[in-house]
């Protein structure tokens, strides 16, 4: 094969993985440490079902709802944010991650009113097994939402600052993340408040 022939023809786009190379080893290094918190957790109801159970249904299904679609919602957000700044369009843009950035506070605040509720009925993450895995897996999904939420707000601000035309594949792998923090929580969600 002639060096002609590899190279792509000119006005043909050359595919590409989105975002830098790095944040997909980010995200394969979360993708196990939850994947193994998750089986941790399948094995240790699997031992003791009557505590897990008893445990899930101490929480409230409806505020658990509330945050799924707060994150969805910030996830849609930086979808368009992301079309909106692919195409140039630097207002649209800027109004969509704004979206995002306020759907992940929103969560991060609901979040926290949803521990204060648990922790006044008088659960902590010594109460049982249940509550541990409750607290750690949330909690260190909280810690995520927090970074996406302030790796969003940086963008925001630089947008606003310098424009929505450069450094399109560095909020590329930051919107890459905060979808990854989102596909955790639609299996946190089901895991610990649905499933029997």
Not at 64 to 76: D, E, F, P, V
Not at 145 to 162: D, E, N, P, Q, S
Request: net charge positive.
């Amino acid at each position: 094969m002639s060096v002609a022939t590899a190279r792509p023809a000119a006005g043909e786009r050359r595919r590409r993985m989105p975002g830098a190379e790095g944040i997909w080893v980010l995200i394969a290094g979360d993708l196990a440490i939850f994947s193994l918190l998750f089986l941790s957790f399948l094995l240790d109801r699997n031992d003791d079902p009557a505590t897990f159970e008893q445990g899930r249904q101490a929480l409230h299904l409806d505020q658990g709802g509330i945050n799924t679609l707060l994150l969805l919602t910030g996830s849609w957000c930086v979808v368009r944010a992301l079309r909106a700044a692919r195409a140039g369009d630097a207002v649209r843009a800027q109004r969509w991650l704004a979206g995002g950035v306020a759907g992940g506070a929103a969560f991060a605040v609901s979040k926290v009113v949803e521990y204060l509720r648990e922790v006044d009925a008088g659960h902590t993450s010594t109460t049982s097994d249940f509550f541990m895995y409750y607290f750690s897996i949330t909690g260190l999904h909280l810690v995520h939402v927090v970074v996406g939420t302030a790796i969003l707000a940086g963008f925001l601000l630089a947008w606003r600052r310098r424009g929505v035309g450069s450094g399109l594949v560095a909020f590329e792998s930051g919107a890459l993340y905060w979808h990854v923090v989102d596909l955790l929580w639609i299996v946190i969600f089901p895991l610990l408040y649905v499933v029997r």
